[in-house]
Each structure stands twice: as C-alpha cells, then as structure tokens.
C-alpha cells in the first residue's frame, strides 16, 4: 500500500523549528517510502488562529523544498484539507458514535464541572470527569435537546484493560484505561477537539502513518479507542522527541526558540536550515552531518529517531550554516547578504565589483547573511575600534617603527593595486629587513582593528589608499 503521510499544523502564528522539524521528518518518512506528503490544516481552535499564518506554512514548505501532493491548493479526493471546512463530517461521525454507545451527550454545565473539581480538589485527587451523562435516559436526552440545552459529545470509554500500541520510535506504550477521560469530541460550539478531528480525519484521508510531536504519545491510546469503536484500522505511529533549548527546557521563545522566517530573514539558508532540522533527534548510520534533501530521503531510516530530547543548538545550525555558504556562487552570496549591507550602510553609490569583493572576502568565515554586517564594519566606519589586544599590539615601539615604514612608502604610491601592494609589502621586507609576524602583524591591526582578519593585501586593497593612510596617521599621531 501507498504511504500516506499528513503534515497537520495550526495556523497559529509562524512556523517554528520544532514544527518545521516534525515536517521534515514525516517528509523524509515519506518520501523515503515513495509515498504522498499532505498537508491538513488543524484551525479548529478559533481564538488561536492567525491570520496568514496558512500562507506562511506554504511559503515555508516551498522554500524547503518540500513538496506537498495534496492540501487545499493541490486538492485530491479526500478533501476538504482544511478542518473548519469539515464540521459537518465530524458531526455526523460523532452521532454515529453516540448510536454505537461510544459516546454520549453531555450537559454538564461550566459551573457544574468546576464544582466536580473543586470537589476533586478537595480529596487532592486529580479530576477527572465522572461519566454522569453517559446514565441520563434516553427521553431526558431527547427532552433536553429539542430544549436546545447546550452540550457536548464524550467518548465513552470502557474504564477496565489496558490500551497498548507500538509506536515505531518509542516501542510499546500501554496506557490504563482507568486514567483516560471521557474526553469531549464535539465542543458546544459544533467544532471537534484535536482529539476527535485528528482520528477522523487520518481516517477519511488514508493516512498510513501519523508523524507528530510526542506530546501525542499518551493520548494516542485514546485515539486508538476511538479507532477501534468505528472499526476503522488503525494508523502506525512515528512520535517524535521533544525539542529543547540548549538550558535544558522545552523550546519556547526565552530560550531561543526562533521560527524559519525568522532564521530565513537572518541569512540562514533554507538547505542548511533543513539539513540541521534532520539531525534534531535522527542520524546517519555512518554519522554523515551534510546532506541534500535528496540524500536524507536516501538514507533516513526511521529506526535511527532517537527517543532523546533533542536539543537546538545554535553553534552546530551555524555550523552547518557555514558550510552551505561557502559553495554559494557570487551572485547567491550577493542575494543573501546584500540586504543587510543596505540596510545597515550607505551602499547606494558603491561600486558593484568592490561590494563583490567585499562579500567574498568573508565568504569563508560567514555563518550567517546578516553576520557580513558587523564583519565588515571596518570598511564602512570612519574609524577604527581598537579592542585592549590590539591597543596592547600598537603600544609596541617596534610596531610603531613598522607602521612608520609603511606609511613612507604607501604615502608615496600613486596606484594601489593587489600587486602593488603585494609589491609594497615584499619591499619592505627586503630593504628593510622586516620578517615574519613584523612585516604583516601591524599593517593588519592598524588597519582593520582585528589580529585575525580576512586576507591583508585583499582588505588593503578594499579600504583603499585614502583610509589605509588615515587610519596609520590616526596612530602614529596618537603614540
Ligand atoms: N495540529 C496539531 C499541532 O499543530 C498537529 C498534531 C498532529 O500532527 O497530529 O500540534
């Protein structure tokens, strides 16, 4: 049988990592087993919905290059993909439920089940509620609803036996059915809960495989129950492990917590971007760390999810980041930094050669579009800020005797060329007996402000004559 695998997210805001994490990871699941990849919109919660967020959740796909074969814009026969369009389906399969005796109505009033609470508060044990519609009699039922009395529709579920099922990450997981509630399927307002809309709609849609986040992991028993009380089969299941931020907590905003757009719009390119999300709780069998999305689909291998919390570890993502940015070819490194530059500096009137210049000077130690900015201060600010190292450097009397050297003899240079500053510097070297550290260490500092910079005579170039003079007379009049 096709593998039918859904990606089922609340349009609730942006798309986070470990959202975009749980995609990928149903994504390679499924592509990895040549199946279709569908995405369900889950806005059944009203008050949590936000507008475009549903827009952003494609755009974020189609920048990861997940393609999707079937949701609301590229509809198969399963739809509608998107669930307040499907009120009507969960009504009429939660009366069903309620003519199997599987479910019931429920009047309990909001004040009558805070007094349950209360009232389980009191003997400390948790609330759980007690079942007490399921026993109105059937004239009380009718007689109440063409009242039109508000209510709900519960699972009924058989409180005796264990409910067991093997999840493909976590093994076997048996739930007591004692502890699982009479959870509510259809709220007064005509709307499902997740709990009920998920199961019937994983259903209706051919799901074979259900990839979700492991907050899941319980309450999947009771899924399963409703599974088993319409007799339909029952779906396998991929939970996955949380996410945490590097203190040690679950991922949120505070402890850096960020969304794709986010990363995206901070120069993380979206194949780095995907390829650090796979290794969030999955790894090769040969501890590979760069793949294309071709080649995670090639190898992912479910078995390898570990059951460990991941953590989200900003160093590793820039590390991989890095790595993506160093094969970019000019004009993608230019699209990725360019808005960063021109936002933080004038560039309007600067050449276009020297700007690629400029970026290809730090391709190599870019972990991120944005990070060009702070980089390349040096060529953009009128001064230079000298950090206590450098100042510590520049105090040398022998430096000084250096820099002076080189002022004479950049004073003096009518073209400041690569090879004339190449030129410059080897003679120097020759006539003036400076080696080593000497000859490149004090040009570079005075000059860029930094003791490991990007290459000298490339920086020299770019800063130009005028700026190089200025900073070395900035100095020597200081000592
Ligand atoms: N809408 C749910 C969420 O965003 C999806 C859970 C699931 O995949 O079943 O958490």
Not at 290 to 297: A, G, Q, S
Not at 416 to 433: R, V
Request: proline fraction near 2%.
């Amino acid at each position: 049988m096709k593998e039918r695998m859904r990606f089922a997210p609340s349009p609730t805001g942006f798309m986070h990592i470990g959202n975009l994490r749980t995609a990928i990871f149903g994504y390679l699941y499924c592509k990895h087993n040549k199946g279709d990849f569908i995405v369900r919109i889950e806005d059944t919660d009203v008050a949590r919905k936000v507008e475009k967020a549903v827009d952003l959740i494609f755009k974020t796909l189609d920048l990861c290059s997940m393609t999707v074969d079937e949701s609301f814009k590229q509809p198969g026969v399963v739809g509608p993909y998107i669930q307040s369009e499907r009120l009507d389906i969960y009504r009429k399969y939660a009366i069903d439920l309620v003519a199997k005796k599987e479910a019931y109505y429920c009047f309990c009033s909001e004040a009558e089940l805070e007094e349950q609470r209360e009232a389980s508060r009191n003997n400390s044990s948790a609330f759980i509620y007690d079942g007490r519609c399921f026993k109105l009699s059937e004239e009380e039922i009718k007689m109440r609803l063409a009242r039109g009395d508000k209510y709900v529709i519960r699972q009924k579920i058989k409180k005796d036996g264990i409910s067991v099922y093997e999840d493909l990450v976590y093994g076997k997981i048996e739930v007591e059915n004692r502890v699982l509630e009479d959870q509510i399927l259809l709220k007064s307002d005509g709307y499902p809960t997740y709990n009920f809309a998920n199961v019937i709609d994983d259903h209706l849609m051919g799901i074979t495989t259900v990839v979700r986040g492991n907050e899941y992991l319980m309450s999947t028993a009771k899924y399963n129950l409703l599974y088993d009380a319409f007799g339909f089969p029952r779906p396998k299941y991929i939970h996955l492990p949380l996410v945490l931020g590097e203190d040690g907590q679950k991922l949120s905003k505070r402890n850096g917590d960020a969304s794709f757009m986010d990363l995206y719009n901070e120069g993380y390119l979206s194949e780095a971007i995907v390829n650090y999300l796979a290794l969030l709780g999955w790894s090769s069998a040969d501890n590979k760390e760069i793949f294309t999305m071709d080649e995670l689909i090639d190898v992912f291998d479910v078995k390898r999810i570990s059951k460990a919390p991941a953590t989200y570890d900003v160093k590793k993502l820039q590390w991989v980041n890095a790595h993506y940015i160093k094969k970019l070819q000019i004009n993608e490194l230019r699209d990725l930094t360019i808005k960063h530059l021109s936002n933080a500096y004038d560039i309007s009137n600067i050449d276009e050669i020297w700007l690629d210049r400029l970026i290809k000077l730090y391709q190599l130690e870019l972990k991120y579009g944005k990070e060009i900015v702070k980089l390349s201060s040096l060529f953009f600010e009128k001064n230079v800020v000298y950090n206590d190292e450098c100042l510590k450097f520049l105090q040398d009397n022998e430096v000084k005797k250096v820099l002076s050297v080189y002022y004479n003899y950049i004073i003096d240079m009518s073209d400041f060329s690569i090879e004339s500053i190449n030129k410059m510097i080897n003679d120097i070297k020759i006539n003036n007996g400076i080696k080593g550290k000497m000859l490149y260490m004090p040009i570079r500092v005075v000059a860029s402000g930094l003791m490991h910079g990007p290459e000298l005579v490339e920086t020299l170039y770019l800063l130009g004559k005028d700026k190089v003079i200025d900073r070395l007379k900035d100095y020597l009049k200081e000592v």
